[in-house]
């Protein structure tokens, strides 16, 4: 533990005990920084003391990161259709609100990728429930929320950058009542080469510098290539693809990122079709609903719903061969690791489920049955109900996919840049080395694009 990391655990820890109104803090730390660390030391120390503490993360994969983590919808009931108004479903008289006033600490990591509208959701539902009175940030729980404003902004559904400003925590209310603690320096990257440190240096410019906003060069430490086969090759060597089985720990380690679904599809049939196994193809069941803000009813072949590739929902024509990497696509059992944006390794194809197992978890089989998933209101002019199993091919996976991972080698298409902000910062910083990271920029190009926010680069710098 260094000094500043030292210096954050006594803070929080002085407020909670003194009961003090600032015992509720927002820790700001780019990747690297021990964020994870800060959370776990002081998760184990409270409940050494017999105190309860709930740990939530905004992603299913950074919440398996922290002890007994679940998804911050999943621990408070978070609407999934959140409004400025909404509030948690916990009555007062739940066995979760009991829980909840027993609760002596709140950990939320990955926060800034949430919608704000989930805080003030929590917020408005704790003063509720709790004794302390309804002016009480959080009904007087202690809360520690963390992440990085660098990283990626709330997705908000055909939403500009002025609505994804304000979909933020930025534009909360609740930040400017929240204490303002600080993790700065790479601990992921202290003692590593000269060639680590200025990798470091420049993830830490990253978002923060205005000269590191837009078009920006691609630093000559980062490896680039131009062909996209030896690009693929370079992650995935074809000797190591043809015994996927009994190289199963090796996917857990890499990844080829993406900014756009597209193209993380093309790579990852590229890939599947460079594996010399049975391919077995499992078809969806489509259904076609009125939707509620559409009552007119219309009759929709099954070869058009199968078109469709809804974001959330699995693909209609799944394409799987045994060995190979997949990701779930929905929180089956988080207290299992079975949650969304797990990657899992297929072990046995069947018609009615799939045997799995976790990435890095070789000793365990699990079963992963068909799902019904329905498309949100709102999202086509008709209800899509799929039968589907929830996963897909891993390969390769979206940035956003990405973020709360750490990966020994990683590959950053950036053939289509990036979008919308920190997604740039998110590819990047998943390396943990600058060894550890190839990059495939446009053809004949040495620049890349790097979208920043400008009230969430003014606020954290």
């Not at 999943?74 to 479903?89: G, K, M, T």
């Not at 009175?133 to 939403?159: C, N, W, Y």
């Not at 090796?250 to 990852?268: G, P, T």
């Amino acid at each position: 533990m260094n000094a500043t990391q030292k210096h954050v655990c006594e803070t929080i820890t002085s407020s909670i005990n003194s009961n003090a109104n600032s015992s509720h803090v927002f820790l700001q730390g780019p990747a690297g920084t021990g964020k994870t660390f800060i959370y776990n030391t002081l998760c184990h120390f409270d409940r050494s003391q017999g105190k309860i503490v709930l740990c939530v993360a905004s992603s299913g994969i950074a919440a398996l990161l922290l002890p007994g983590g679940r998804t911050s919808h999943s621990r408070f009931a978070i609407p999934l259709n959140i409004h400025e108004q909404s509030v948690c479903a916990i009555k007062k008289n739940d066995d979760l609100a009991d829980l909840i006033r027993e609760t002596a600490l709140i950990i939320w990591d990955e926060v800034p990728m949430q919608h704000r509208y989930c805080f003030e959701a929590l917020d408005r539902t704790l003063r509720g429930i709790c004794s302390c009175g309804e002016r009480v940030l959080f009904g007087g729980i202690p809360v520690v929320l963390g992440g990085d404003f660098a990283q990626i902004s709330p997705v908000v559904k055909q939403g500009g950058r002025p609505e994804i400003v304000a979909a933020s925590l930025m534009s909360s209310r609740l930040l400017p009542r929240l204490q303002k603690l600080s993790l700065t320096e790479n601990m992921r990257l202290a003692n590593s080469n000269d060639t680590d440190r200025q990798f470091a240096d420049w993830i830490g410019k990253m978002s923060y510098e205005p000269s590191m906003i837009g078009s920006i060069a691609l630093p000559s430490f980062l490896r680039q290539m131009t062909d996209l086969d030896q690009f693929i090759e370079d992650i995935y060597p074809q000797h190591v693809l043809q015994c996927p089985l009994q190289n199963s720990d090796f996917f857990k380690e890499r990844a080829i990122l993406c900014s756009k679904n597209v193209n993380v599809d093309a790579i990852n049939s590229k890939v599947m079709e460079n594996v010399i196994r049975e391919k077995v193809t499992l078809y969806s069941a489509d259904t076609a609903q009125p939707d509620l803000t559409n009552t007119e009813t219309q009759a929709y072949p099954s070869e058009y719903l199968q078109t469709l590739s809804p974001s959330g929902l699995p693909p209609a024509v799944l394409e799987l061969k045994v060995g190979l990497p997949v990701m779930l696509l929905r929180n089956i059992n988080p207290e299992r690791g079975l949650c969304n944006d797990t990657r899992l390794i297929i072990q046995q194809i069947g018609q009615y489920v799939l045997k799995v197992k976790i990435l890095g978890r070789s000793d365990v089989i699990e079963l992963i049955p068909r799902f019904t998933l329905s498309t949100l209101p709102g999202t086509l002019p008709f209800i899509l109900t799929r039968k589907q199993f929830p996963v897909k091919m891993s390969f390769a996976m979206t940035i956003n996919k990405s973020q709360g991972r750490s990966l020994r080698k990683v590959a950053v298409d950036l053939r289509s840049p990036v979008f919308t902000h920190g997604q740039l910062n998110v590819a990047i910083s998943r390396a943990t080395s600058a060894n550890g990271i190839t990059v495939l920029p446009p053809e004949n190009a040495t620049r890349t694009e790097d979208v920043v926010n400008q009230k969430s680069y003014n606020n954290i710098t």
